[in-house]
């Protein structure tokens, strides 16, 4: 019973921390939306593709916050089926806005390169970044479609009060479902977005003046729009591989769960110091929810330029 009792206290401990984390994120990446939205200059595919990263870590971040305290404090007190389908349900859709958002950042990478190759050639890709809306829809139908197993194999445990991982269908299928995963959704579109950037820099240092800033920065020379392009490459090299970064330690403990066949309460009772790594994984993997908008915010002079925009005129509305 007291070994019962610690697990679950574990638990609510790692609900406490990651529920403020949850909610900032949230408002974070809502801001970024409203931003890009309401602006007529952010038009431009990338930053329909960087809403659409906002939006799925939006999401990401609500579920995040909110689930883990439903766990310790509400599921428990429904039947079983219930408690299995909710948990399905929900972890299902968190898998799915973390595929979500991979995909988008992949698409940035790709439209970047887009742009510095244009004048050069003509790109199978055109279609995509024409109707990127079109697109979005295309990456949230296959991050659905990737995320169905989770829901399959995921489980309510009323002992310790959290949905967690089974071998419902032996350790053979989770193993080789989470290694797909794993190569889908962060090697490909990691290998994807390195070569990407590696290329566009490559392009970037050969030519000397390629233009990568909005229409509606101006017409300053040469040399301007080069520094400008590659500031802007810096920053999304950046975020991608801090996006990156945290993603690896909860997909690859997942997967190293799996090959031992161990369950999350497995973890909890018997390797204690692992649980608390594991606990650590889970935590930083979703801080990029909260990095990302941060980013963007702070770092992106579009983005900037358009808050500066919006302050002038509650200034000017509010001196009338």
Known sequence: MSSNFSNTTDFRGNSDAIF????????????????????????????????????????????????????????????????NLLCSLRQSALIACYIASV??????????????????????????????????LMIWLTSIILSIPIALIIQYNKQIRVCEISFAFGQAFNIAYFGILW?????????????????????LRATGNIVLVSRYAGNPSDKALS?????????????????????????????????????YSDIYQNFRTNSSLYAAAFSVTFMVSIINPILYLI??????????????????????
């Open 227 to 263: 520094n400008r392009s590659r500031v802007a490459i810096k920053f999304l090299c950046f975020t991608t591989a801090i996006y990156m970064l945290l993603s690896w330690p909860l997909l690859t403990s997942i997967e190293i769960q799996s090959i031992l066949g161990l369950t």
């Open 20 to 83: 403020p984390l949850g909610i900032t994120g949230a408002i974070l990446n809502l801001i970024l939306v409203l931003i890009i939205v309401s602006s007529k200059k952010l038009k431009s595919p990338s930053y329909a593709f960087i809403t659409n990263l906002a939006i799925s870590d939006m999401l990401m971040s609500i579920q995040v916050s909110v689930n883990l305290t439903i766990d310790i404090v509400v599921m428990f007190k429904l039947p079983i089926p219930i408690c």
């Open 183 to 203: 190569l889908l959704t962060y090697f490909m579109p990691l290998t994807i977005m390195i070569l990407t950037y590696r290329r566009i820099g490559m392009k």
């Open 299 to 320: 770092y992106d002079k579009n983005i900037k330029s358009e808050i500066r925009r919006f302050r002038q005129c509650k200034i000017i509305i509010a001196t009338r």
């Open 103 to 136: 995909f988008s950042l992949t698409m940035v990478s790709l439209y970047r390169l887009e742009v510095v190759l244009e004048p050069f050639r003509q790109s199978a890709l055109k279609f995509v970044f024409r109707y990127p809306a079109i697109t979005n």
